[in-house]
């Protein structure tokens, strides 16, 4: 994780833009942070802390500079001190670097370092970088050539930006992880605004960390270099110019604002219809029943593999459920156990599902399909990241940036994008046509959720109990799980989701009158009476029952407070389930006087393996 | 000194335009498929406004939730009356939050950005402590009135019993900072402070400026206003969706059958579907993703988003909120009818019928002209329905 920003051209506002462009990134790390300025010399202000620490900090130690970097932590190497954050330097104080990613010969390297006389004043992997820049320099190369020839010597992987005293530029190099340039004033993106050859120009792991300044991008590839000073170049590994496109970024940086919400979660809760809306625009024809994904539309696989990582996995296990239900063979695998130990792949379509297109255990799973012949797909919410641009297909869940570091209405797009990708792959026209009216009822129908929800009163009652648990059968298993890992991510409280029927099997034995358990019971098919039954056990046992449901089965009755959903195709329901469940978590965190948007120990999108 | 700041009054229900105000506050009624306070927004980015500052109180965060942290490019700020305790303790909420001239308008009134531009140019060479815009209108008795002697207000009258005024508070006001204090030493009437009280105030103590303006000025008072509303804003081309003949604006997300004719005007949102043989407009305006099935005759009436009209319905004057699902054959033959607002007969009013939101009616339902139907009420198959049908009342044959 970590995020890096640096930016050129902005003067006597240089370490004003760092900042605002830290706080953008908090949501990738929040454990120490740092900024280093190039101007009459070279200069660096780093602490332990959020940015805030850092800002308190620059208050009482004025930095000049005209060029500069900037970095905000999300601990790997090292505990969270002063010494850990970034910027490194070298023995001498000439370069300063922040890294994103990690650096897997460091040992190595330090080592070798060590014994030709190198002092390391910290615990991080990212140290080796300034160091190897030092020697290089120090050999007579000159300050692009240093810090080629200092990448050239680690593996792992990186997004890198450095600076070199005395030379009024900024270097950066991406391997494996994110790494984005944007360029000049212009921030409507038309090309109207200020658009000189002199800049300014910005790198930073994400756009919103430059988003107020400038709509246009070019998105670094594994391997490439960037020389920003007066324009921007850059160069393969072998040091040849290569021509990128520039690209503009449709939205706008306020999306990235709170909206008079305290969190950003729960704006992000309430954004929910308006990101389905813009999921689903254009690619349902309700009177038609025809779904219509021209990414998409001429796959039709004999068998499907989903791999992703926390929430998306939830997601790829509802995924599966559905190619299931057509007749395809499918299954959802955890990224990180995929990449260890992956299953034979044969004729499947492997699909990746990251909000961010960036989380590093999803990418080495898909690269590890890749390289068995798999065609492969990404369901992303991330133009221009890399599973979109590694995958042969790539399916944009179009929900707008998030920053909450608790994932909510991307799920809500994972989900319905999915049904897009089996409606349009694989799912005959009665499917399509139950179906597509209920997707496109969703925003409504959410809508209904918000305005009425009982969340809050439900958590007030229940803010002070020892564990929460969360059943579900069949499409709402999934929701259960996520429901879980929503309440933990942020209320740190201990929750689990169980499959309604496994309930019987073990973790009953958990169950006592102080731990309630939140039961989804949608419809009045099998699936539901049977999660009705589970119900009854779990009241028989003492423990408080909140039921989710559509009111189409008994489990009211069985229930001592219930959340209600709109009626709706039980596929549909399940996204409306947890939007109770989302709403849920938050309020029980809040009443728990929980940091929601920065919960500890977590970063959005997870770019180390 | 001139004035880039301005305070929209965005906290109250409407408690006259209920059932259609349970889920949101007056403002974000639509008016054409947008929320009259994006109109309002409008004339204030047009008039050279730099921040806008949102009082919002009343189910806020529908409005947080429209516009987010910016409106074209401008700053928006909320802050939050908690308590809906007058239009002069909503604008005193901002008092932390601004401390310049300020502009101040209602959220809930279509205006227009010269209309705005004059109460700002007249507020500026003027030395008076306020300036307030005026304007004639024929129905004085729902507003507060003002006597003007040359520019100068010498009353304002809250809703008077005579009609021998002319003029109104147009409801766009421009003060200094110190209107906080003023409003704060303003005595409470029945717990409540109103900004024309203060004003009252102002005219007693110091001076305050009418500036009168002749543009574009609407007001949804009662839920049939909301079709000529609706009118109004087609009728100015202030529709938001592309044009694509003289008064009719289509979203290009939209799907129309080819077989269905549309009558301008007529405004259709985003990812909305018309089926084919269906006749829409004139004055019909679909908000975004509604469905309208196939055969279906649409006039002089508003959809708000998500709503589905079955096969074969007849709407003429029909008022519709957000996520109404109607049966095939639903018949709202339109007005004039007699509507009851609290206790009160509004006798032969343009209305067919009001169905709040999230009302689902079944097949073959009819209404008879003025019936207004509460939110998530269910209405079933055959029935006629008249008069008021409350909040999730279940109607059966």
Same mark, same amino acid.
């Given at each position: 994780?970590?995020?890096?920003?640096?930016?050129?051209?902005?003067?006597?506002?240089?370490?004003?833009?760092?900042?605002?462009?830290? @706080?953008?990134?908090?949501?990738?790390?929040?454990?120490?942070?740092?900024?280093?300025?190039?101007?009459?010399?070279?200069?660096?202000?780093?602490?332990?802390?959020?940015?805030?620490?850092?800002?308190?900090?620059?208050?009482?130690?004025?930095?000049?500079?005209?060029?500069?970097?900037?970095?905000?932590?999300?601990?790997?190497?090292?505990?969270?001190?002063? @010494?850990?954050?970034?910027?490194?330097?070298?023995?001498?104080?000439?370069?300063?670097?922040?890294?994103?990613?990690?650096?897997?010969?460091?040992?190595?390297?330090?080592? @070798?370092?060590?014994?030709?006389?190198?002092?390391?004043?910290?615990?991080?992997?990212?140290?080796?970088?300034?160091?190897?820049?030092?020697?290089?320099?120090?050999?007579?190369?000159?300050?692009?050539?240093?810090?080629?020839?200092?990448?050239?010597?680690?593996?792992?992987?990186?997004?890198?930006?450095?600076?070199?005293?005395?030379?009024?530029?900024?270097?950066?190099?991406?391997?494996?992880?994110?790494?984005?340039?944007?360029?000049?004033?212009?921030?409507?993106?038309?090309?109207?605004?200020?658009?000189?050859?002199?800049?300014?120009?910005?790198?930073?792991?994400?756009?919103? +960390?430059?988003?107020?300044?400038?709509?246009?991008?070019?998105?670094?590839?594994?391997?490439?270099?960037?020389?920003?000073?007066?324009?921007?170049?850059?160069?393969?590994?072998?040091?040849?110019?290569?021509?990128?496109?520039?690209?503009?970024?449709?939205?706008?940086?306020?999306?990235?604002?709170?909206?008079?919400?305290?969190?950003?979660?729960?704006?992000?809760?309430?954004?929910?219809?308006?990101?389905?809306?813009?999921?689903?625009?254009?690619?349902?024809?309700?009177?038609?029943?025809?779904?219509?994904?021209?990414?998409?539309?001429?796959?039709?696989?004999?068998?499907?593999?989903?791999?992703?990582?926390?929430?998306?996995?939830?997601?790829?296990?509802?995924?599966?459920?559905?190619?299931?239900?057509?007749?395809?063979? $499918?299954?959802?695998?955890?990224?990180?156990?995929?990449?260890?130990?992956?299953?034979?792949?044969?004729?499947?379509?492997?699909?990746?599902?990251?909000?961010?297109?960036?989380?590093?255990?999803?990418?080495?799973?898909?690269?590890?399909? $890749?390289?068995?012949?798999?065609?492969?797909?990404?369901?992303?919410?991330?133009?221009?990241?890399?599973?979109?641009?590694?995958?042969?297909?790539?399916?944009?869940?179009?929900?707008?940036?998030?920053?909450?570091?608790?994932?909510?209405?991307?799920?809500?797009?994972?989900?319905?994008?999915?049904?897009?990708?089996?409606?349009?792959?694989?799912?005959?026209?009665?499917?399509?046509?139950?179906?597509?009216?209920?997707?496109?009822?969703?925003?409504?129908?959410?809508?209904?959720?918000?305005?009425?929800?009982?969340?809050?009163?439900?958590?007030?009652?229940?803010?002070?109990?020892?564990?929460?648990?969360?059943?579900?059968?069949?499409?709402?298993?999934?929701?259960?799980?996520?429901?879980?890992?929503?309440?933990?991510?942020?209320?740190?409280?201990?929750? @689990?989701?169980?499959?309604?029927?496994?309930?019987?099997?073990?973790?009953? +034995?958990?169950?006592?009158?102080?731990?309630?358990?939140? +039961?989804?019971?949608?419809?009045?098919?099998?699936?539901?009476?049977?999660?009705?039954?589970?119900?009854?056990?779990?009241?028989?046992?003492?423990?408080? /029952?909140?039921?989710?449901?559509?009111?189409?089965?008994?489990?009211?009755?069985?229930?001592?407070?219930?959340?209600?959903?709109?009626?709706?195709?039980?596929?549909?329901?399940?996204?409306?389930?947890?939007?109770?469940?989302?709403?849920?978590?938050?309020?029980?965190?809040?009443?728990?006087?929980?940091?929601?948007?920065?919960?500890?120990?977590?970063?959005?999108?997870?770019?180390?393996? | 000194?001139?004035?880039?700041? $301005?305070?929209?009054?965005?906290?109250?229900?409407?408690?006259?335009?209920?059932?259609?105000?349970?889920?949101?506050?007056?403002?974000?009624?639509?008016?054409?498929?947008?929320?009259?306070?994006?109109?309002?927004?409008?004339?204030?980015?047009?008039?050279?406004?730099?921040?806008?500052?949102?009082?919002?109180?009343?189910?806020?965060?529908?409005?947080?939730?429209?516009?987010?942290?910016?409106?074209?490019?401008?700053?928006?700020?909320?802050?939050?009356?908690?308590?809906?305790?007058?239009?002069?303790?909503?604008?005193?909420?901002?008092?932390?939050?601004?401390?310049?001239?300020?502009?101040?308008?209602?959220?809930?009134?279509?205006?227009?950005?010269?209309?705005?531009?004059?109460?700002?140019?007249?507020?500026?060479?003027?030395?008076?402590?306020?300036?307030?815009?005026?304007?004639?209108?024929?129905?004085?008795?729902?507003?507060?009135?003002?006597?003007?002697?040359?520019?100068?207000?010498?009353?304002?009258?809250?809703?008077?019993?005579?009609?021998?005024?002319?003029?109104?508070?147009?409801?766009?006001?421009?003060?200094?900072?110190?209107?906080?204090?003023?409003?704060?030493?303003?005595?409470?009437?029945?717990?409540?402070?109103?900004?024309?009280?203060?004003?009252?105030?102002?005219?007693?103590?110091?001076?305050?400026?009418?500036?009168?303006?002749?543009?574009?000025?609407?007001?949804?008072?009662?839920?049939?206003?909301?079709?000529? /509303?609706?009118?109004?804003?087609?009728?100015?081309?202030?529709?938001?969706?592309?044009?694509?003949?003289?008064?009719?604006?289509?979203?290009?997300?939209?799907?129309?059958?080819?077989?269905?004719?549309?009558?301008?005007?007529?405004?259709?949102?985003?990812?909305?579907?018309?089926?084919?043989?269906?006749?829409?407009?004139?004055?019909?305006?679909? $908000?975004?993703?509604?469905?309208?099935?196939?055969?279906?005759?649409?006039?002089?009436?508003?959809?708000?988003?998500?709503?589905?009209?079955?096969?074969?319905?007849?709407?003429?004057?029909?008022?519709?909120?957000?996520?109404?699902?109607?049966?095939?054959?639903?018949?709202?033959?339109?007005?004039?009818?007699?509507?009851?607002?609290?206790?009160?007969?509004?006798?032969?009013?343009?209305?067919?019928?009001?169905?709040?939101?999230?009302?689902?009616?079944?097949?073959?339902?009819?209404?008879?002209?003025?019936?207004?139907?509460?939110?998530?009420?269910?209405?079933?198959?055959?029935?006629?329905?008249?008069?008021?049908?409350?909040?999730?009342?279940?109607?059966?044959?």
């Amino acid at each position: 994780m970590c995020g890096i920003i640096g930016c050129i051209g902005r003067g006597d506002r240089t370490v004003e833009t760092l900042v605002h462009g830290l @706080e953008k990134l908090e949501y990738r790390g929040y454990d120490s942070a740092g900024i280093g300025v190039v101007g009459d010399g070279l200069s660096v202000s780093k602490t332990a802390g959020e940015i805030e620490a850092l800002s308190q900090k620059l208050s009482e130690q004025s930095l000049a500079g005209t060029v500069g970097i900037g970095h905000t932590r999300w601990s790997t190497h090292g505990p969270p001190t002063d @010494e850990n954050a970034h910027p490194h330097q070298d023995c001498t104080g000439r370069v300063a670097v922040v890294h994103n990613g990690i650096i897997e010969n460091y040992q190595e390297l330090r080592e @070798e370092l060590s014994a030709a006389g190198h002092r390391f004043s910290s615990d991080t992997d990212t140290e080796v970088v300034p160091h190897l820049i030092e020697d290089a320099l120090d050999a007579g190369a000159q300050p692009e050539a240093a810090f080629r020839s200092a990448i050239d010597r680690i593996d792992g992987s990186y997004a890198i930006g450095a600076l070199i005293e005395g030379t009024e530029a900024l270097f950066a190099a991406r391997n494996d992880s994110p790494l984005v340039i944007g360029l000049g004033l212009d921030a409507d993106g038309d090309g109207s605004a200020e658009m000189t050859g002199d800049g300014p120009h910005f790198i930073a792991s994400d756009v919103p +960390a430059f988003r107020d300044y400038t709509a246009r991008v070019i998105y670094l590839d594994d391997g490439e270099f960037a020389r920003l000073d007066g324009g921007v170049s850059v160069t393969d590994s072998d040091g040849l110019p290569v021509e990128k496109s520039v690209e503009t970024i449709t939205w706008d940086a306020e999306e990235t604002g709170k909206s008079g919400y305290d969190h950003y979660m729960l704006k992000e809760i309430h954004e929910q219809p308006r990101a389905l809306r813009q999921c689903l625009s254009g690619r349902i024809d309700e009177l038609g029943g025809a779904v219509d994904i021209e990414a998409v539309g001429d796959l039709s696989p004999s068998g499907v593999q989903f791999v992703a990582c926390g929430t998306s996995y939830h997601a790829g296990l509802y995924a599966a459920q559905l190619f299931n239900q057509a007749g395809i063979p $499918a299954q959802a695998f955890l990224a990180s156990e995929y990449a260890s130990s992956p299953p034979p792949v044969e004729d499947d379509l492997v699909v990746g599902i990251t909000q961010s297109g960036e989380t590093a255990d999803t990418l080495s799973a898909l690269r590890e399909a $890749a390289n068995r012949g798999a065609e492969t797909l990404a369901v992303t919410n991330t133009v221009g990241s890399t599973a979109a641009r590694e995958c042969d297909h790539a399916l944009y869940i179009r929900s707008g940036p998030e920053i909450g570091v608790a994932a909510t209405k991307t799920f809500a797009g994972q989900l319905a994008a999915v049904n897009l990708l089996s409606l349009a792959t694989v799912e005959g026209g009665q499917t399509r046509r139950d179906v597509v009216p209920a997707l496109r009822d969703l925003p409504g129908d959410i809508q209904h959720i918000l305005d009425s929800s009982a969340a809050s009163e439900v958590a007030e009652i229940y803010a002070d109990s020892n564990a929460y648990f969360f059943i579900g059968r069949r499409y709402q298993f999934p929701v259960a799980l996520e429901g879980a890992l929503k309440l933990k991510e942020i209320s740190y409280e201990h929750a @689990e989701g169980f499959a309604a029927g496994e309930l019987k099997h073990g973790p009953l +034995a958990l169950v006592t009158p102080n731990t309630p358990v939140f +039961a989804i019971a949608i419809g009045d098919d099998d699936a539901a009476r049977k999660t009705v039954g589970n119900i009854k056990e779990v009241e028989a046992r003492g423990a408080p /029952v909140v039921a989710v449901t559509d009111g189409r089965n008994d489990a009211a009755m069985y229930a001592d407070y219930v959340l209600e959903v709109p009626e709706t195709h039980p596929r549909a329901a399940a996204l409306l389930a947890n939007v109770q469940l989302q709403l849920l978590a938050y309020h029980i965190a809040n009443d728990l006087g929980r940091p929601i948007d920065k919960p500890r120990n977590l970063a959005k999108s997870v770019t180390v393996e | 000194m001139s004035v880039r700041t $301005a305070v929209v009054l965005a906290a109250g229900e409407g408690t006259r335009l209920r059932p259609l105000t349970h889920n949101r506050p007056k403002p974000m009624l639509v008016a054409a498929n947008r929320p009259i306070l994006e109109h309002v927004l409008d004339a204030l980015v047009e008039a050279g406004i730099e921040r806008l500052v949102l009082v919002v109180g009343y189910r806020r965060t529908r409005v947080q939730d429209h516009f987010g942290s910016s409106y074209r490019g401008v700053e928006i700020e909320y802050v939050v009356q908690h308590k809906q305790l007058g239009s002069g303790h909503a604008l005193l909420q901002a008092a932390d939050t601004v401390s310049e001239p300020m502009l101040v308008v209602n959220g809930d009134r279509l205006i227009e950005a010269s209309s705005v531009s004059e109460v700002m140019t007249a507020f500026d060479d003027g030395s008076a402590a306020a300036t307030m815009a005026v304007i004639e209108h024929a129905n004085t008795s729902r507003y507060g009135v003002v006597s003007l002697d040359g520019t100068t207000v010498t009353e304002i009258i809250e809703k008077p019993e005579t009609d021998e005024f002319r003029l109104i508070n147009a409801g766009i006001y421009a003060f200094d900072e110190t209107i906080f204090e003023t409003i704060s030493e303003t005595p409470r009437r029945s717990g409540e402070l109103a900004l024309t009280d203060t004003i009252s105030k102002l005219i007693d103590e110091r001076a305050v400026r009418g500036c009168r303006i002749d543009g574009l000025w609407v007001d949804a008072t009662y839920p049939w206003d909301l079709l000529s /509303v609706a009118s109004e804003v087609l009728e100015r081309g202030r529709a938001s969706e592309r044009e694509r003949s003289d008064g009719i604006w289509i979203d290009d997300d939209a799907r129309v059958h080819e077989d269905a004719t549309i009558r301008p005007p007529v405004a259709v949102g985003s990812n909305c579907e018309i089926g084919p043989g269906s006749v829409v407009g004139p004055n019909v305006a679909l $908000a975004a993703n509604t469905t309208v099935g196939a055969n279906v005759t649409l006039e002089r009436s508003v959809v708000d988003a998500d709503s589905r009209i079955g096969h074969a319905s007849t709407l003429v004057d029909a008022v519709l909120g957000q996520d109404v699902h109607l049966g095939v054959g639903t018949v709202i033959p339109g007005g004039p009818g007699d509507v009851r607002i609290d206790r009160e007969i509004h006798e032969d009013q343009p209305l067919g019928a009001v169905l709040a939101d999230r009302v689902r009616v079944g097949g073959n339902v009819s209404f008879e002209p003025g019936t207004l139907v509460g939110t998530e009420a269910e209405i079933g198959g055959s029935c006629h329905v008249r008069d008021r049908i409350p909040e999730g009342a279940e109607v059966v044959r």
